[in-house]
């Protein structure tokens, strides 16, 4: 069932140039504009990088409330959760490290220093749109932009006012609830619009005890406008909950472990056009997490474990001032220079005694970049940037791209750029059972990519992209009780194929698709010999999958609406850490997933509000699969009745059925 599921969805469209076109088109069928790929408002259409839109409103119909479910719908993107609700969850981008994207909400930088993020703390709630760029992108980003960016959008005021209150429960105890209003007003000669917003997603898991989940969260978003200036005020804030059973080999043995965190991004952006050719923008950003995780003894009798708290408080500030002037040919030159302050304080715990370290580091650097639009067939950027770090010293990036329609219905283009990534301040500084190293230098890489788009009348648009990344400088774990376990020492390499497309039918179907081939490999282990290392000899890279699909066919209409999803990952190596502390690198089997979402209106067409009944049906066919290696999963006498023990197995078929409310 699933493989003809599969097949049906793969032949009936095929795959789309960014998901946001689609959603345009239903509209006004214009083109939508992306900023992420060159910090200029540029039609998606014609910027030299490849770009992928996932707009709010596609999201909103499927149901999706976490980022990570949504990226899952882009090309040479690869998502690992280590299981439950809530758990971490690893992005990959093109065959990149985990660390290797740069992740901003409303422009301001939520990765911790070094590049970690853990995309299952982002949701989708009161988001306009979601903005992916594959490939480098520190000349414009600086560090952790190295295999991609993906970039949260929060959703803009429109004209009156307007509201909305969804609400849902289900399986595992699932509830979620989402307000926002937004809203838009021209007093005198000013324009102001305006956004808010607040849900809470809560579930007590699917594991036999201690998985419950909750992600609180607010958003706002303020934007002014008069005569020659504008700003806009954003903020972001989630409060999180996890409680997770699970140890390092991902036995369920564990009753009150626990993981709670809050995140706050506040970000202001202000222009202010100083004559015809020049503007002047401001922006100011800060990020600060404080989490803590705590594990104590399940009962007065249990003395055989390690017991631990720790606290970890991290900052990121930034400001960033930068002067775009409008050149002849319809071209644009900007530049601009970005002051950034990352500090983190981690202290631990436990039964082996107390650890910790307070860290700091400052960059500056410099930026230009030349966009070229002299006609509408025709757009190019160049650009470099100089950054300087007071522990790492100085680097440099380019990057240059171009776009050209060599027919009306047929765009090519090509990019080609480096990046870099600075460790992270545990690399740097260890914690008790690591020693950092503070000598580490970052990581760097070299990506070129080149694709065609093809668009057959208004309703079908396709798209193919060849890339090829080389990472070198890769920090590498060598164990050792003396001396540093981090050098830079690993390379690697990756290369494939993106395929994607659209459809949009009569009668208000729809269908969509995004295929990866994926080789990834290790081309220098560094200090790993082992075949179980991260860097083993000629391995494949861990939880990369060498071919990924996922597929949508739907149709919505005024009398409601029906979306099925296919999901098939390929094969991917992953480590198993055993319980007796052993290792062995083991091959994950491939799966299949199907999602299908529902809504039915309720209210009679035409009416000033409107009220629907929604369902999602989460991994419809029950699929027993896991995206880490754990205990009692990844080998290939594992049976059915072995996969439903496995504490990182994903999760099961989830029920969510609900009322969605709009004024």
Not at 88 to 101: D, P, V, Y
Not at 249 to 277: I, K
Not at 278 to 284: E, F, I, W, Y
Request: no cysteine.
């Amino acid at each position: 069932m699933l493989r003809r599921l599969a097949l049906l969805a793969s032949v009936a469209l095929v795959p789309a140039a960014a998901h946001g076109q689609a959603t345009s088109r239903d509209t006004a069928r214009t083109t939508p504009v992306v900023v992420t790929a060159t910090r200029s408002a540029v039609a998606l259409d014609r910027v030299p990088a490849a770009v992928t839109v996932v707009t709010g409103a596609q999201l909103r119909a499927q149901g999706i409330t976490t980022v990570a479910d949504a990226l899952r719908q882009v090309p040479g993107v690869a998502l690992a959760q280590s299981g439950s609700y809530g758990t971490a969850t690893s992005l990959f981008i093109r065959g990149g490290e985990s660390k290797f994207t740069k992740v901003l909400v409303d422009g301001v930088p939520v990765n911790e220093a070094g590049g970690a993020f853990d995309f299952s703390t982002l949701t989708t709630d009161n988001v306009e749109r979601i903005e992916v760029v594959r490939g480098p992108a520190s000349v414009l980003y600086g560090s952790d932009a190295v295999a991609g960016v993906v970039q949260i959008f929060t959703r803009r005021g429109t004209r009156g006012a307007n509201a909305d209150l969804v609400a849902r429960g289900g399986s595992f105890g699932s509830a979620d609830v989402e307000a926002s209003a937004r809203g838009a007003a021209t007093p005198g000669s000013s324009v102001i619009d305006w956004s808010v917003g607040a849900a809470r997603h809560s579930t007590d898991g699917y594991q036999a005890f201690n998985s419950r989940f909750a992600n609180g969260s607010a958003s706002g978003l303020l934007r002014a406008a008069r005569g020659p200036a504008d700003a806009a005020l954003s903020i972001r804030y989630n409060d999180i909950a996890l409680h997770f059973p699970t140890d390092g080999s991902g036995q369920v043995v564990d009753s009150n472990a626990v993981h709670r965190e809050d995140r706050l991004a506040l970000g202001l952006d202000a222009g202010l056009r100083l004559s015809s050719l020049v503007t002047m923008r401001a922006t100011l950003a800060s990020n600060d997490v404080h989490g803590v995780t705590d594990d104590q003894p399940d009962s007065p009798g249990d003395s055989l474990g390690y017991y631990y708290d720790t606290g970890d408080r991290t900052r990121r500030r930034s400001g960033d001032l930068r002067f775009s002037l409008a050149l002849p040919y319809a071209s644009q030159l900007t530049f601009g220079g970005q002051v950034e302050r990352e500090w983190e304080a981690s202290a631990t715990s436990s039964n082996f005694g107390h650890n910790g370290f307070t860290a700091s580091r400052r960059t500056s650097g410099a930026y230009a970049q030349l966009l070229l639009e002299p006609t509408d067939r025709y757009a190019a950027t160049v650009g470099g940037r100089y950054e300087h770090n007071e522990r790492f010293g100085d680097f440099l990036a380019w990057r240059g791209g171009a776009s050209v329609r060599v027919a009306s219905r047929t765009r090519i283009r090509a990019s080609a750029g480096t990046a870099f990534r600075e460790p992270t301040f545990l690399e740097n500084y260890g914690s008790d059972f690591v020693i950092g190293n503070p000598s580490l230098q970052p990581e760097h890489s070299f990506s070129v990519d080149a694709g065609v788009e093809q668009t057959l009348g208004d309703a079908v648009t396709l798209g193919a992209t060849w890339f090829a990344n080389s990472f070198r400088d890769l920090i590498d774990y060598v164990y050792s009780a003396t001396e540093p376990n981090y050098v830079n020492l690993a390379r690697t390499r990756s290369s494939g194929v993106e395929l994607e497309g659209r459809a949009e039918l009569p009668a208000g179907l729809h269908a969509d698709a995004a295929m990866t081939y994926l080789d990834a490999r290790v081309v220098n282990p560094g200090a790993s010999t082992a075949s179980a290392s991260v860097f083993a000899p000629d391995a494949r890279l861990l939880r990369r999958p060498m071919h990924t699909l996922d597929a949508g066919v739907g149709v919505r209409t005024s009398r409601g609406a029906l979306d099925v999803r296919v999901r098939r990952v390929g094969p991917r190596d992953d480590v198993f850490y055993a319980p007796d502390f052993s290792s062995s690198r083991v091959v994950l089997p491939a799966y299949a997933r199907v999602d299908l979402s529902a809504d039915l209106p309720v209210t009679p067409r035409g009416s000033r509000g409107t009220a629907a009944l929604t369902l999602r049906v989460e991994n419809l066919f029950d699929a027993h699969y896991t995206e880490v290696a754990g205990v009692n999963y990844g080998f290939a006498q594992a049976d059915a009745a072995a996969l439903r023990l496995t504490g990182y197995r994903a999760a099961p078929r989830r029920t969510l059925i609900g009322l969605r409310l709009s004024y």
